[in-house]
């Protein structure tokens, strides 16, 4: 499990990649059709990502309980970026297609309201991912009491989201199916800072504590790797992608699959510089491959590509890139200037 730690952002760059090619809606030659299962699961990438994220946050809180910084921190990597993302999209849309976004639209993404009330469909990660990072010094006060803090939220979205499914606001299930996944990254972080090299005796509370004896860990992760992937598998025979979606078994499944499947990758990786230059730039990434891919099908025209074709995606896969990496050096200096105004 140290291991994920170690290759968290080779972990994020398979993430990254993972959810772009379930964003793209290219089809596959019969030579490639296995690929098609690996597309349409890919939205994993974001349980991978929100796994990750719960761990950072626990080592970040951990390290520093200032709670202050925390939300300081936090605030100034996400909001300038996503804001100047939308706006950039609208700039986009306006000279490509000539179409205007209404005012209202605007202020539902820019505000991350959108989501919440149904309005808008541009993102639900970015205001889900501020939600997790409002209650995790909660969630973290209380854990410091007790550990039965990781299971009681864990229970909080399991049950949201039964409640949720088949309603009309079942929308959220996108989100509320991936709380406990977020807070089992923390509780991760807990691990491995009480028994990695270093923290043997490290403990909720002050004074040394002898280190617990570990789980038959490898069995367990095989276990919970498989009954995941049964019932992802069970999902998509059974259910519709509309029913998938309405009933949240798109994403209950990688509950179990994704804390296996991230010490799976760590365990092979070596030298990933590629994956983890991924990894440190997945956020632009994500955004901006939002854009491209959503305009995708109305300026492939322009190039006389075959909007689900394969070389089209490749050509927009290649610019999200040196786009991404422009972004992510534009907002570092303009937040470096800001933090010295």
């Not at 000279?95 to 209202?104: A, K, M, Q």
């Not at 989501?115 to 006060?141: C, E, H, M, R």
């Not at 025209?301 to 394969?310: K, M, N, T, Y």
Request: proline share 6%.
């Amino acid at each position: 499990m140290q291991n994920i730690s170690k290759h968290r952002d080779a972990l994020m760059g398979v993430a990254i990649l993972w959810i772009m090619v379930f964003h793209a809606e290219m089809t596959f030659p019969s030579w490639l059709a296995p690929l098609t299962w690996i597309q349409e699961t890919g939205y994993g990438g974001v349980d991978i990502f929100l796994f990750l994220s719960g761990l950072g946050l626990y080592f970040s809180l951990d390290k520093n309980p200032n709670v202050g910084r925390f939300y300081r921190n936090r605030l100034l990597r996400i909001l300038p970026t996503y804001w100047a993302v939308i706006l950039f999209s609208a700039a986009a849309e306006y000279i490509l297609l000539h179409r205007r976004t209404p005012i209202v639209e605007l202020f539902y993404m820019l505000s991350t309201v959108g989501f919440w009330i149904n309005a808008t469909k541009f993102d639900w990660y970015i205001p889900s991912l501020l939600v997790l990072y409002a209650v995790f010094p909660l969630y973290f006060a209380f854990f410091r009491r007790t550990r039965w803090a990781t299971a009681f939220m864990i229970a909080i979205g399991l049950a949201l989201s039964l409640v949720l499914a088949n309603t009309r606001w079942d929308y959220l299930l996108i989100f509320t199916t991936r709380i406990p996944i977020f807070f089992m990254g923390a509780f991760l972080g807990y691990l491995l800072r009480r028994v990695g090299p270093g923290n043997a005796g490290y403990g909720l509370r002050k004074g040394p504590t002898p280190a617990p004896p570990g789980p038959p860990s490898v069995p367990i992760a095989i276990a919970s790797a498989a009954l995941g992937l049964a019932g992802l598998i069970i999902a998509f025979q059974i259910y519709t992608p509309e029913q998938r979606w309405h009933n949240g078994t798109w994403w209950y499944p990688f509950i179990l699959i994704t804390p296996p499947l991230c010490a799976g990758l760590a365990a092979i990786m070596r030298k990933a510089k590629i994956l983890s230059w991924l990894g440190r730039y997945s956020l632009e990434i994500y955004l901006v491959h939002t854009i491209f891919f959503g305009l995708h099908k109305e300026t492939a025209r322009f190039f006389a590509f075959d909007p689900s074709g394969i070389s089209a995606y490749l050509v927009y896969m290649l610019l999200t890139l040196p786009f991404a990496y422009v972004l992510h050096q534009v907002m570092s200096k303009l937040k470096f200037r800001t933090r010295h105004v």
